[in-house]
């Protein structure tokens, strides 16, 4: 799953999604190039009269183009009915810094016309639904961008900047199998670098004016292989970037900007600290944090109290049958040992009822609280406590239970069978019962001592090698209970990371993407292309070109991210879902199913104006004029995913063309619907 949201959101800003919160993730870019690419006019021809088709055919070049940008290194910012953008490396790390900026420059630019070339190679390949071989055509533009994730639903990452509406403007104007740039472009490359520019007369620009624009061809001399020496340039490295919160203050247009020091901090340091609050003490195998101790002993409970019952009573059984064994022993019943048979009896019978009792409890806890999940934190941690509390009961148990063997081993000097055992049977058991490796350590500490004084004493070489047996039983368990905790430690937090990580990916697919194709993507990681009727609404802000010239992009970014917000803030109540955010653009769309076509729409209308509604109120508390033209329209269309890269959620058809029609035609502060939306409004 990680693989695929990294298809959809540069794994950089993985984390800061995954948090959930709103503020608006940000930063500026500089020497940055990107390429809009527009397929030829006959690849959508037929979008509105053969919907599936064209999704499948533009799904299909788009995925071949996707593996081309792949294999160049490249950034696919992302697509959308017949025009993909590429940027550079830098824009999919908006919190690092090329090594070498200038030779950043002229690498990445060089490698941005030689992808163009190769995606030029790949399109050729295709036809299109009429039988026409296809074409592309590509526009290239550079310069200072912000990488934004803006808004607080479907939070794509977007791009702000003059370059990429310039670049936009170069592709419109550029001609089949040919990219056009800008002279800013072009001064990227030294006299000799083997590409050669066809300057074009100076020609006017939507929005820019009159621009010296030049067409890019590649000389005979330059090969490929050279350039792939120099490939060293593109890498980059982390830097400590400013950021923007969603409430920053703004003072006479310049942005505020918090300490960058301890604000950024990428995927990899977040996890070094969330693995620092997860370490485990190796010599006591514990938790360092105790609240995360405290977490797994409760998730573990059910298991340490089987175990503690398990072991409890097997034990109990086990000293039981060393006390008859010793009784039966033929010096223990002779007359002569009545004095010896007295203190071993009263020895075994006492450590007999100790651990007696200690089963008992045992069996008390287990009936009690035999499960954690349903009681309040405080039962939790009484329960807890008590089965901790029976373990430090438990190893003074064993305590007094070996001294009681060293006792009855001093007294009748044997070894039989019954005293060899039982120590391996005791360490044994306290495996079982799972004791704290800080415990157990402390009781090799107390008998091993007292093990190597009493065979100073006793002689007979038997006598010694039973008590040899009870060191290296003790060391044996030690270091399995100290081994067992540790891994059974780490193995819980990798899974809990694990499940950490894809219960927050979940939660970021769950954004992007639609309600009812969710369990699709999670499964398949797309969505099959279908026919389905909906109503779409497509706000475009005015004169945004100009508002990109006059601001810095993180500026464009913020004043995005505050007027998106408040539209996303409209939606989650509604069955209307954001289908995308392109720039100034920003997407909606319902499913006019189930007979609730009417009230679908009238949802969108009163959306529609709801957003007119957030821009007076914007304009007014930050005395600014920005305005937006507003589009809606009904119709069929094709739903689905496309390509590799950037898999979004796509809708092609007839009511994407109405759409943008509308929003095209209609008035600055104003809504324009189309005649299939009214007459859905004038049902009665």
């Not at 009159?210 to 980059?236: C, D, H, P, V, W």
């Not at 991210?561 to 409209?570: A, E, M, N, P, R």
């Amino acid at each position: 799953m990680g693989d695929f949201l990294g298809t959809l959101i540069p794994r950089p800003l993985h984390h800061r999604l995954k948090r959930q919160d709103h503020k608006l993730i940000a930063a500026d870019m500089e020497h940055c190039t990107i390429m809009f690419v527009c397929l030829s006019p006959s690849a959508t021809e037929r979008s509105s009269s053969l919907p599936l088709e064209t999704f499948n055919l533009i799904n299909d070049v788009f995925a071949r183009l996707d593996s081309v940008v792949d294999k160049f290194g490249y950034f696919k910012y992302h697509h959308v009915s017949d025009t993909y953008v590429i940027c550079c490396p830098r824009t999919s790390h908006p919190f690092h810094v090329p090594d070498c900026p200038i030779e950043y420059r002229e690498v990445s630019s060089k490698t941005m016309f030689l992808l163009a070339s190769a995606m030029f190679r790949e399109v050729e390949k295709f036809r299109s639904i009429s039988g026409q071989v296809l074409w592309a055509k590509a526009g290239i533009a550079c310069g200072s961008m912000a990488g934004a994730v803006v808004g607080t639903h479907r939070r794509f990452y977007c791009l702000f900047g003059d370059a990429i509406n310039t670049s936009a403007r170069m592709c419109h104007y550029s001609e089949e199998n040919k990219v056009l740039c800008t002279e800013e472009f072009r001064r990227n490359f030294p006299p000799d670098c083997g590409i050669h520019f066809v300057r074009r007369p100076e020609m006017q620009i939507k929005g820019k004016g009159a621009m010296s624009t030049y067409f890019i061809e590649l000389g005979g001399r330059y090969q490929q292989k050279e350039f792939s020496k120099n490939t060293g340039a593109l890498q980059l490295r982390r830097f400590s970037q400013p950021y923007v919160h969603m409430d920053s203050p703004t003072s006479s247009g310049v942005l505020e900007i918090d300490d960058p020091i301890s604000a950024w901090v990428e995927a990899e340091e977040i996890v070094s600290a969330v693995d620092g609050e997860h370490k485990v003490d190796e010599r006591d195998a514990v938790f360092l944090s105790e609240s995360m101790e405290e977490k797994f002993l409760i998730r573990q409970y059910p298991a340490n109290l089987r175990q503690v019952l398990l072991g409890s009573i097997s034990c109990t059984g086990m000293l039981f049958i060393v006390f008859f064994n010793i009784s039966q022993l033929r010096f223990f019943n002779e007359d002569e040992a009545a004095l010896l048979r007295k203190h071993i009896f009263f020895a075994e019978t006492l450590g007999c009822t100790m651990f007696l009792l200690l089963s008992f409890y045992a069996v008390y806890i287990y009936f009690s609280a035999s499960s954690l999940e349903h009681l309040e934190h405080a039962l939790q941690v009484r329960a807890m406590n008590r089965l901790e509390s029976w373990k430090v009961m438990y190893v003074f148990g064993h305590l007094l239970q070996f001294g009681i063997m060293f006792y009855c081993l001093s007294w009748t000097r044997t070894t039989g069978w019954c005293l060899s055992y039982w120590p391996m049977v005791a360490w044994i058991n306290l495996q079982q019962t799972n004791v704290s490796t800080r415990w157990l350590r402390r009781t090799v500490v107390i008998t091993c001592p007292a093990v190597f004084m009493m065979s100073a004493v006793l002689w007979p070489n038997g006598i010694r090698a039973l008590l040899m047996l009870h060191v290296i039983s003790a060391c044996y368990s030690y270091l399995i209970v100290r081994v067992h905790q540790l891994t059974e430690r780490t193995t819980w937090v990798s899974q809990q990371n694990h499940k950490l990580e894809y219960d927050a990916i979940v939660g970021v697919i769950n954004d992007l993407f639609p309600r009812d194709v969710v369990q699709e993507v999670v499964a398949n990681r797309e969505v099959a292309p279908t026919y389905r009727r909906a109503v779409v609404l497509r706000l475009d802000l005015c004169d945004y070109t100009r508002l990109a010239v006059g601001l810095q992009p993180l500026e464009v970014a913020k004043l995005i991210h505050q007027i998106y917000s408040k539209f996303d803030q409209t939606l989650p109540d509604q069955d209307i879902f954001k289908l995308d955010t392109i720039g100034d653009e920003y997407i909606c769309a319902g499913w006019l199913e189930g007979g609730k076509e009417r009230d679908m729409c009238s949802n969108m209308f009163a959306l529609a104006d709801t957003m007119l509604s957030i821009l007076s109120a914007y304009n007014f508390k930050h005395k600014t004029a920005v305005s937006c033209r507003i589009g809606i329209a009904t119709g069929f269309c094709v739903a689905g995913t496309m390509g590799k890269l950037q898999p979004r959620f796509h809708i092609m058809g007839e009511v994407m063309d109405k759409a943008v029609e509308m929003q095209r035609e209609a008035r600055p502060g104003s809504v324009l619907c189309s005649r299939d939306f009214m007459d859905i409004l004038r049902i009665r």
